[in-house]
């Protein structure tokens, strides 16, 4: 019974939604507000629940002495209601100021280890052809591509000095190339995005055809 | 000479031109000229020899013989550094006085001293006296005095004060004699003729607007100009400023040329110029008449300005009735308001040209929509799948990912971590089922993690679905450890150590009493990670902060709207395996030997991509032409 109600009230969601295709409805607002307070409301009973009850309250009224440096992380939470009153704010700066220095330093050291350097470490690749000619083409695309999308957000003026003048031309043509890369890349994205919303149209057309209608097998 | 006051550095005298330096001996002697310049050359005076000074019996006798043979026109030489006018009106009396000073002696004891001179001294005597006064002013110059007792006659409240000393001066001497009003006729007469004519008459008082009847009026109507001007400077302190001789300072006498042309002249008192004389920009600029507060002007009642009616008129300007009032335009205004009604007037520009029919617009979008639900719907109802005849699977990154699975030994430990919600879970999920099914076939224990509040409720519903198809018990071969906070620093802090102490599951049971969890000290120990994430976002967060801290071996399934960022940490080999999207769980179902809901799907997915493609190419033809007829 629980699953017919649950089908039933997924159905009539999935249709108070669709009807956003004949304009900003009332339905359609009705459908987005009881999404965004279902999901707001379940995310705070599990930071409640699940985080401040069973990982910090929870072992501290239990065992004091064992959880002790939980108190720590309690009076940095207290202190955050500091910022409700313009008097007392600056006592809130202080837990601001920790999770904007832990955040950012997780963040960059992060993106460095992470993202950067090995990604940078993968365009050093082989272009000779000797392995295999489509490795050594791809590999050669991924130099080229590479390159040319970095000169592409190049913004200098044309100098005057012959020598740095061709190298300023083989810059703009290299460039010019890589603006397609960045536009193939940005058309990939593109499609890829249009492809995942298209499967959950098709996820929620099969919902409805097939657990709520059941006029597909 | 002239006795003109002339500048100590003064050679010749400004006025008449006599030498004011005497001429020594050996001054002719011209020192040799600088040679290349040619600016006058100062004579270098040799230093001049110091006359001695007279001596006291000297001065005395001196003194005593000019008394004796001339005592009127007798001028002594401190008079020369006087003004003209105040030597010629003062002569006797200050001569008078002067002798006094010299001789220090009372009057008793001055032998040729006129009876009007004795009396005016008794009169003198009898005067108050006030010796701190005294004792100050006999420092001060006469000047000084001069204004100090002006301004004191000023005040009526205040008796007039004579000065008692012995060094009275012409001043207080006219002062004593002008005080007495009801001086008899008789003492009148005896007087000197130079004493009669320093007593102003009425008439001449009254003229000078002094008060009528007031000695102390008549007094300053004696006084001279410049003394004057010192009594009405004396009287605005805040408008003096520097450059005005104060008392104590240096007078005017004694100051160089240079600084008394600085100084304030004596000029007369500043008369109200005629109305016609005054710039119409200057007459703008007099202030308004203060307006005297009204009955009707409200009164405070409260603060320091208790009491006071009409402080704060705003209210009451604000509570009043404004009448309207015409406003007349300028003429430039006329003329610009003329401007501007021609401008509205003309008939309007051509009109821009629309690029879209707002009717062919509501027109084309609801049949792109049913366009693509046409799409969507009817390849569930065709009984052949054209979409899996054609796909490919050898090669794939599905078929890399089915194999990194497959060499995992059984009974190792994969670490699932959920990182997508319902938005994505069309995909997403049919991803899950069918990894997750592979997993358990192959034995292999699983726990389930999530950084999202919503993914552990779908990692609950994925593993128990699997779970109930291939036996598998909680606790034991699977735990769904449930959401992990903190974003970055959960993540970094789980790679690192692994769960806290005190770590519960989904089903609030300790993970360090169940027995898969019990030995997991950190997130090395598992064999594999594989992520299944909805964006790119959760991707980056597990492969910045757990992948490259830990040096953990992770594989992921993510949506197609993520792939083009997964495939980056696939070419660097950050990530040992990808598969993505509906695609991805087709080929991975037909891997896995388990035909699912993701081939049913991949049929719409193609339909719905030709549309699309149709409908993209239709929209850049009718572009086209629409343009080509623009030009034409």
Partial sequence: MSELIGIWVGAILTLLVFSYLLGDTPLFRIAQAIFVGVAVGYAVNVAAYSVLWEKLIGPLAQDPEQFWPLFVPLALGLMLFFKLRAAWSPLGNLPIAFLFGVGAALAIGGALSGALVPQLAATVVSLSPTRSVESAINNGLLVIGTIGALLSFRFLAQPQKPLARAADTLARGWSYFGRWFVLIAFGAIFASVAVSRVSALIDQMYFLLHDWLQVVR | ?632
């Fill in chain 2, 1 to 632: 000479m002239c006795s003109t006051p002339n500048s100590t550095d003064s050679v010749f005298c400004n006025n008449c031109g006599a030498r004011v330096v005497p001429l020594l001996a050996g001054e002719d002697r011209v020192p040799p000229p600088i040679k290349g310049l040619s600016l006058p050359v100062k004579p270098v005076t040799p230093p001049a020899e110091i006359a001695p000074a007279p001596r006291a019996e000297e001065s005395q006798d001196w003194l005593a013989n000019l008394r004796a043979a001339a005592p009127v026109q007798d001028t002594p030489e401190s008079l020369d550094e006087l003004p003209d006018w105040l030597r010629e009106a003062n002569a006797p009396a200050d001569a008078d006085a002067r002798s006094q000073e010299t001789q220090s002696a009372p009057a008793e004891q001055v032998p040729e001293d006129d009876s009007w001179m004795r009396e005016l001294r008794q009169k003198a005597a009898v005067e108050p006296v006030t010796p701190a006064v005294e004792e100050t002013e006999a420092d001060e110059p006469s000047w000084i005095r001069d204004a100090r007792r002006a301004a004191t006659a000023e005040s009526p409240s205040e008796p007039a004060r004579a000065d008692a000393s012995p060094e009275m001066d012409w001043i207080a001497h006219a002062r004593d004699v002008t005080a007495t009003p009801a001086t008899p006729a008789g003492e009148t007469e005896n007087d000197p003729a130079w004493l009669e004519n320093l007593r102003p008459t009425r008439a001449e008082i009254v003229t000078r607007g002094e008060i009528a009847g007031d000695a102390e009026g008549a007094f300053n109507d004696e006084i001279p100009d410049w003394l004057s001007d010192a009594e009405r400077a004396r009287a605005i302190p805040e408008t003096r400023d520097f450059l005005t001789p104060r008392a104590g300072e240096t007078p005017a006498e004694e100051t160089p040329e240079w600084l008394r042309m600085a100084m304030p002249s004596a000029s007369p008192p500043l008369e109200p110029a005629a109305a016609s004389e005054i710039p119409a920009w200057v007459a703008q600029l007099k202030p308004l008449p203060a307006t005297p507060p009204s009955a009707g002007e409200p009164v405070e009642m409260s603060g320091p300005l208790a009491g006071l009616r009409g402080i704060l008129p705003l209210a009451h300007a604000l509570a009043q009735v404004h009448p309207r009032v015409a406003l007349r335009a300028r003429s430039n205004g006329a003329t610009g308001a003329q401007v501007f009604e021609s401008i509205l007037a003309a008939p309007a520009a051509a009109e821009l040209p629309r690029s879209i029919p707002r009717r062919v617009a509501l027109t084309l979008r609801p049949v792109i929509f049913i366009l693509l639900l046409l799409a969507v719907t009817i390849p569930f109802f065709l009984p052949a799948n054209f979409a899996s005849a054609n796909l490919r699977i050898s090669g794939t990154l599905a078929a890399e990912f089915f194999d990194t699975v497959q060499t995992l030994p059984a009974n190792s430990t994969v670490l699932l971590a959920f990182e997508y919600d319902a938005s994505v879970a069309g995909e997403m999920d049919l991803l899950a089922h069918a990894i997750t099914r592979q997993l358990m076939q192959r034995r292999v224990k699983i726990v389930a993690i999530s950084t999202l509040e919503a993914g552990a409720p779908i990692a609950q519903r994925v593993l128990q679905s699997a779970a109930a198809a291939s036996n598998y018990r909680v606790g034991v071969d699977y735990v769904n450890a449930g959401f992990l906070a903190g974003q970055e620093a959960g993540v970094a802090q789980f790679a690192a150590s692994g769960w806290g102490a005190n770590a519960v599951d989904f089903e609030r049971r300790a993970l360090r009493q169940l027995p898969l969890t019990a030995n997991l000290k950190s997130a090395r120990d598992f064999a594999l990670v594989i992520e299944f994430a909805g964006s790119d976002d959760a991707l980056k967060l597990w492969m910045e902060q757990a992948q490259a801290r830990a040096n953990l071996r992770v594989a992921a399934a993510t949506s197609a709207a993520a792939e083009p960022k997964a495939r980056a940490y696939k070419d660097a080999k950050q990530l040992i395996a990808l598969v993505s999207g509906l695609t991805g769980a087709a080929q991975y179902e037909v891997l896995s030997n388990q035909p699912g809901q993701a081939i049913v799907r991949l049929n719409a997915q193609s339909a719905a991509m030709m549309a699309l493609v149709l409908i993209v190419v239709l929209g850049n033809v009718a572009y086209v032409i629409a343009r080509v007829r623009g030009k034409a």
